[in-house]
């Protein structure tokens, strides 16, 4: 925590205040999107890449019962709904290849040059570790974003899909807290967006302390911080 003191946002006519760190936040429905960050199988489900990679999946059920809360209050809102799916062709040619750190730094395409036999099958394009969960299914009207890094603006249509719809402020849910999520939090923010971070709807890729580390720098430093049952209060009020 931090011992600054709250402060007043700028408020604009038929926003409504989010309970929220370090301060509340003013939520306007029509310029607000849900980014809901890579909830597919390859990070949130057993056998997934990440439980083949050896990482903790043990809260991975309750953050996606919290999404499914997070993806409710926003449609009752009448905030847009974006869905983040992250991979690459089965080939991988969009990964990059030697030539991009991407190739080296990622655990996917790592674990599949170790393991040959999974050569194809991780974070491919098509198959069922690329696949949203079950419970994470896009409606019609929502927006479906495929990025190839980390980050969801990068190489990808995001911002221009945002600006087109006077959107400015962001919610964030999603997989993994410390990587994916942080860095395109990150991205909204050096790019002039809002940042709200949902931290109980966020999963971390690693041990717990990643996850508060990255709440820490958001509410400190890149935006604001609020949980589900604080965007479901002001959904039900």
Request: net charge negative; with cysteine; charged share 20%.
């Amino acid at each position: 925590m931090t011992d600054r003191a709250p402060q007043d946002l700028p408020r604009s006519p038929g926003d409504r205040l989010l309970p929220a760190e370090p301060e509340s936040f003013p939520l306007l429905p029509a310029r607000t999107a849900l980014i809901v960050v890579d909830m597919q199988n390859a990070y949130a489900s057993r056998e997934g890449y990440l439980d083949k990679a050896g990482f903790d999946l043990s809260g991975t059920r309750s953050v996606i019962g919290n999404v499914q809360k997070v993806v409710a209050c926003a449609r009752l809102l009448g905030i847009t709904v974006v869905w983040f799916q992250n991979g690459w062709d089965p080939e991988g040619i969009e990964a990059g290849g030697p030539g991009s750190p991407n190739y080296w730094k990622s655990n996917a395409l790592r674990l599949m040059r170790e393991r040959p036999a999974l050569e194809g099958t991780l974070l491919a394009k098509g198959g069922w570790d690329y696949a949203l969960v079950p419970e994470m299914q896009p409606a019609p009207g929502d927006l479906l974003i495929q990025k190839p890094r980390y980050g969801g603006f990068n190489g990808t249509p995001l911002e221009m899909m945002l600006r087109a719809r006077g959107i400015r402020d962001l919610l964030f849910c999603g997989v993994a807290t410390n990587v994916c999520v942080e860095s395109t939090l990150r991205e909204a923010f050096h790019r002039e967006f809002w940042p709200v971070l949902v931290e109980d709807a966020c999963w971390q890729g690693g041990p717990r302390h990643v996850h508060d580390a990255t709440v820490f720098n958001v509410r400190t430093f890149f935006g604001w911080v609020t949980t589900t049952a604080a965007l479901s209060d002001l959904a039900a009020a």
